[in-house]
Each structure stands twice: as structure tokens, then as C-alpha cells.
């Protein structure tokens, strides 16, 4: 499976960006895409997935309500749609495939499959 993201770039503060991740080679029916980011200096952390068993979605607390996650009609490509953003948002984006349990679908553990990430800068 590889991964192919896009859509990051430079914005200022309260405005918004939509990312896309695009699966191709081996997909599958029923898996979890995600969508992790990484500041200068912090560590990889979870931002929001899609569970395609059900189409449930989960958000890291601190993009609840500002960022939405969804499926496009292409079943192998979500969006990460990013309003309001804030400039501790800056990070480079990852999106990530896998087979996580409930559990770990907030964990980088949970996921197999990486892409290679976009940059989102926000400035104040």
C-alpha cells in the first residue's frame, strides 16, 4: 500500500487548508485511515481517523471541532479538512493506514502504512 498525501502549505491564523491522502497498490476494504503530525522538536502525535467499518471518526481534543475528517467518493482517498488553524498547528502531516484495534487507532503503533507528509505552517 502506498500512501500519497497533499494539500499542506502556508496560512495564517483562523484560516483553513484541506489535506488528501490517496491509497494505491493493495487496498482494502475495511481499515483505518489516519492522519498523525509532528512538530520541530515533538514527537508524532494523532490528529484525527477514519474507521471504514462504519465510517466512525476520531479526533485528538485538541482539533475537536476545528478539523473533519471524511471519506471521498474515490474510497481510497480521505481529506483532512483544517479550519480556524491555529499556529500550533504547524507540523508536517502524515497519513497512515492500517488494522488498529479501538484502542490503538490513536497510537502510531496501530498503523502500517505511512506516507511520506505535508508541511502546514500557520502564522500569527
Known amino acids: 500500500v502506498q500512501l500519497q498525501a497533499s494539500g499542506g502549505g502556508l496560512v495564517q491564523a483562523g484560516g483553513s487548508l484541506r489535506l488528501s491522502c490517496t491509497a494505491s497498490?493493495?487496498?482494502?476494504?475495511?481499515?483505518?485511515m489516519g492522519w498523525f503530525r509532528q512538530a520541530p522538536g515533538k514527537e508524532r502525535e494523532f490528529v484525527a481517523a477514519f474507521r471504514y467499518n462504519g465510517g466512525r471518526t476520531f479526533y485528538a481534543d485538541s482539533v475537536k471541532g476545528r478539523f473533519t475528517i471524511s471519506r471521498g467518493i474515490d474510497k481510497n482517498t480521505v481529506y483532512l479538512q483544517m479550519n480556524s488553524l491555529k499556529p500550533e498547528d504547524t507540523a508536517v502531516y502524515y497519513c497512515?493506514?492500517?488494522?488498529?484495534?479501538?484502542?490503538?487507532?490513536?497510537?502510531?503503533?496501530?498503523?502500517?502504512?505511512w506516507g511520506q507528509g505535508t508541511l502546514v505552517t500557520v502564522s500569527s
Open positions: 497498490g493493495r487496498t482494502f476494504s475495511s481499515y483505518v
Open positions: 497512515a493506514a492500517g488494522f488498529p484495534i479501538i484502542s490503538s487507532i490513536r497510537t502510531r503503533d496501530g498503523y502500517r502504512y
